[in-house]
């Protein structure tokens, strides 16, 4: 049943949007502004949270992370999310970055011709919405989108890519960078988390840009912050004895 997991979507029906629409429309007043991200986020956001309503970007080398880490509050607060296209997003990766998986909507590759009204469908039924444009935004569709957006009280979140492909600039653009797997030793050992510098810029209140070293994900899960990278230190194995017969690497990648 659909209230018991997730539910994939051939993108091009949308009547079939139409109806997850109306099954998962988020119940929370459009007059409550902010959606909550983690604290080590929060931190780093001008209003603390996502403002409903708005279209963010993220980027870098984490770019996916990134995003991952910022629906997982909503998830797991009653929310819905939606991803829509983005056929290599890692669903493990997303339930170690707290994301609840039973309250994502997967909606597959719609294609340029039909990704507005995939997206529009969705931006109106959920409260955030992951994609990435195939290419421009015309400066029409990006309007009704983000009308759609205000009206609803939904947040649009484009994962990669560069961001010029909107007509207008978002109102934030998050971005994780340097990252570095820690836990990894001379031919052995396990990842244990990701140290990344995360920035913020853009508009509404993020005229200057702020930064912090993140973990993503933290080597308990989620997304933590740390003071500088010194501290984020992780114990890596010693490198091995000459002529030690070495070990094959265990570990997950994303």
Same mark, same amino acid.
């Given at each position: 049943?659909?209230?018991?997991?997730?539910?994939?979507?051939? !993108?091009?029906?949308?009547?079939?949007?139409?109806?997850?629409? /109306?099954?998962?429309?988020?119940?929370?007043?459009?007059?409550?502004?902010?959606?909550?991200?983690?604290?080590?986020?929060?931190?780093?956001?001008?209003?603390?949270?996502? /403002?409903?309503?708005?279209?963010?970007?993220?980027?870098?080398?984490?770019?996916?992370?990134?995003?991952?880490?910022?629906?997982?509050?909503?998830?797991?607060?009653?929310?819905?999310?939606?991803?829509?296209?983005?056929?290599?997003?890692?669903?493990?990766?997303?339930?170690?970055?707290?994301?609840?998986?039973?309250?994502?909507?997967?909606?597959?590759?719609?294609?340029?011709?039909?990704?507005?009204?995939?997206?529009?469908?969705?931006?109106?039924?959920?409260?955030?919405?992951?994609?990435?444009?195939?290419?421009?935004?015309?400066?029409?569709?990006?309007?009704?989108?983000?009308?759609?957006?205000?009206?609803?009280?939904?947040?649009?979140?484009?994962?990669?890519?560069?961001?010029?492909?909107?007509?207008?600039?978002?109102?934030?653009?998050?971005?994780?960078?340097?990252?570095?797997?820690?836990?990894?030793?001379?031919?052995?050992?396990?990842?244990?988390?990701?140290?990344?510098?995360?920035?913020? !810029?853009?508009?509404?209140?993020?005229?200057?840009?702020?930064?912090?070293?993140?973990?993503?994900?933290?080597?308990?899960?989620?997304?933590?912050?740390?003071?500088?990278?010194?501290?984020?230190?992780?114990?890596?194995?010693?490198?091995?004895?000459?002529?030690?017969?070495?070990?094959?690497?265990?570990?997950?990648?994303?």
């Amino acid at each position: 049943m659909f209230d018991t997991g997730g539910m994939a979507v051939a !993108a091009p029906d949308l009547a079939s949007l139409a109806l997850l629409g /109306q099954r998962s429309r988020p119940l929370v007043g459009v007059c409550e502004r902010l959606l909550a991200v983690p604290d080590a986020l929060a931190d780093l956001l001008p209003h603390g949270g996502l /403002q409903r309503g708005s279209l963010v970007a993220t980027g870098g080398t984490a770019a996916t992370s990134l995003a991952l880490a910022l629906v997982g509050t909503t998830t797991t607060t009653g929310g819905w999310v939606a991803v829509v296209g983005l056929p290599h997003l890692g669903l493990m990766a997303a339930a170690e970055l707290g994301v609840d998986l039973e309250r994502v909507l997967l909606v597959a590759e719609p294609g340029p011709r039909r990704w507005a009204a995939s997206v529009a469908a969705l931006v109106d039924a959920v409260d955030i919405v992951l994609t990435c444009p195939p290419g421009p935004v015309a400066p029409g569709v990006q309007r009704r989108l983000g009308a759609q957006a205000r009206d609803r009280g939904s947040v649009l979140v484009q994962v990669g890519g560069p961001v010029e492909r909107w007509a207008s600039a978002p109102e934030l653009v998050i971005t994780a960078t340097a990252a570095t797997w820690r836990g990894v030793g001379w031919g052995h050992g396990h990842l244990r988390g990701r140290l990344a510098q995360v920035s913020v !810029a853009g508009r509404r209140g993020a005229d200057r840009p702020r930064r912090a070293h993140l973990w993503l994900p933290a080597p308990t899960g989620g997304v933590q912050a740390v003071a500088t990278p010194g501290e984020a230190e992780v114990a890596e194995p010693s490198r091995p004895a000459a002529g030690s017969r070495p070990v094959s690497l265990v570990g997950r990648a994303r």
